[in-house]
């Protein structure tokens, strides 16, 4: 009884430091302010731009490899002499390509019209060197 008793002592001593524990907020969640969280961060035009040019670049990427997996597995049922399936196969690659690209580029498309319009903006904007010339 004596030895049930220090168990039971024991798991109930467990569980409350557990759930001490559990209140504590992690180092992570302290650190930040809530004027940091409150900031947006926001890319300058050319960051922007590059980033269209790598989504373009990621649905490419993408579609290639679904070209890739629909060509082999059309390659494997005709070897099996499945031709509806090697079609089928085959169709459902090129729906991933054009899926994918098209995503891609949309992304990417709309990403680079917004850097352009932050270059444009830029120019519309006196620049630092007129400024100096004039005084």
């Not at 504590?24 to 040019?53: H, I, L, V, W, Y």
Request: charged share 25%.
């Amino acid at each position: 009884m004596k030895l049930k008793s220090r168990w039971i002592y024991l798991l109930a001593l467990g569980l409350t430091f557990t759930m001490c524990a559990w209140g504590q907020p992690r180092p992570d969640q302290a650190s930040t302010e809530p004027s940091q969280t409150a900031k947006k961060k926001t890319r300058g035009p050319g960051k922007e731009m590059g980033k269209g040019g790598e989504d373009v670049g990621k649905g490419v990427a993408k579609g290639t490899g679904d070209l890739a997996k629909g060509a082999a597995g059309s390659v494997g049922n005709l070897a099996h002499g499945n031709v509806a399936g090697a079609g089928a196969s085959l169709g459902k690659g090129v729906g991933g390509l054009g899926k994918n690209v098209g995503v891609g580029t949309g992304k990417g498309v709309g990403k680079i019209g917004k850097g352009m319009g932050g270059e444009v903006k830029k120019l519309g904007g006196k620049s630092k060197h007129e400024k100096t010339q004039g005084n």
